[in-house]
């Protein structure tokens, strides 16, 4: 998992492995409280990747997630989605289930990470 890097919308860093962005209908209003990225995660093992945030004012308009240039993941509130990437297979029930009724945060569970 080495060579990757986490990014919100508007700040660069090379915190994490995975590539993660956050559309926000207004910037000040959001505030990510704590993203969740394993350090290391063993090939073909299953991860699961958090980000909690909370709403001043305005409602979250859409958290997606990266691996690269590759978008495997995106929250548009209710709908989530799925999307092809490379070494990353969403487990879509069970992140749906994992965030049914939940403000405030998003779980997103992948199985066997390549």
Not at 15 to 37: D, G, M, N, R, W
Request: aromatic share 12%; glycine share 8%.
């Amino acid at each position: 998992m080495r060579g990757y890097k986490f990014v919100l919308k508007m700040k660069k860093s090379n915190i994490s492995p995975f590539l993660f962005t956050i559309l926000l209908q207004s910037a000040i209003s959001i505030q990510v409280e704590k993203v969740v990225v394993p350090p290391v995660v063993l090939a073909g093992r299953p991860v699961t990747l958090e980000c909690h945030y909370k709403e001043e004012g305005d409602k979250l308009y859409s958290l997606k997630w990266w691996r690269g240039d590759e978008e495997f993941y995106q929250y548009i509130p209710p709908k989530r989605k799925e999307f092809p990437a490379t070494g990353v297979t969403v487990n879509l029930t069970v992140t749906s289930s994992l965030n049914w009724g939940k403000d405030g945060q998003e779980v997103v569970v992948l199985d066997h990470v390549g």
